[in-house]
């Protein structure tokens, strides 16, 4: 706890953000996912702070040297700042290593993976189309 001019100010724990998109996904979409990312960890009693998006599909145009770039740029936040968990939308943000990087996550780190329970947030197929145009 900590007191500003006479106030008593609870501090939230920080966490990360990480989740793919599309890579043509619109701003839109961005906005969507950081809204239920954060919301999420204002009702857990969280702060979120920064939020890594992985762009995935569509070779060559989103080739990367490193196979997943945002995922080791939130390895790098993690160990360079107090955040004490990663918000997902779901456990298969992390693919087809997901029990291993879940692992790497909690037991190396020591950090917790909160999961939002959105799995159609990062679908790396889901397009911005409007609901009506979306296949069933």
């Known amino acids: 706890m900590s ?3 006479g106030q008593s100010i609870q501090l939230r724990p920080l ?3 990480y989740a793919c998109l599309a890579p043509f996904a619109g701003r839109g979409r961005h906005s969507i996912v950081q809204a239920k990312l954060s919301s999420y ?3 857990a009693g969280l702060q979120l ?3 890594y998006f992985e762009r995935t599909g569509s070779l060559p145009l989103f080739e990367h040297i490193e196979p997943t770039p945002a995922y080791t740029s939130l390895l790098a936040g993690l160990r360079n700042s107090p955040a004490t968990g990663v ?3 779901s456990p298969e943000v992390f693919g087809e290593e997901r029990d291993k990087r879940i692992a790497d996550l909690e037991d ?3 950090v917790v993976v909160h999961v939002v329970d959105a799995d159609d947030l990062h679908d790396p197929t ?3 189309r409007p609901n009506s145009q979306r296949e069933e």
Request: aromatic share 0%; charged share 15%.
């Open 15 to 17: 966490v990360l953000g």
């Open 108 to 110: 190396d780190l020591g």
């Open 3 to 5: 007191t500003a001019v």
């Open 126 to 128: 889901t397009r911005s």
């Open 49 to 51: 702070g920064t939020v």
């Open 41 to 43: 960890a204002h009702r």
């Open 87 to 89: 918000v997902v939308p």
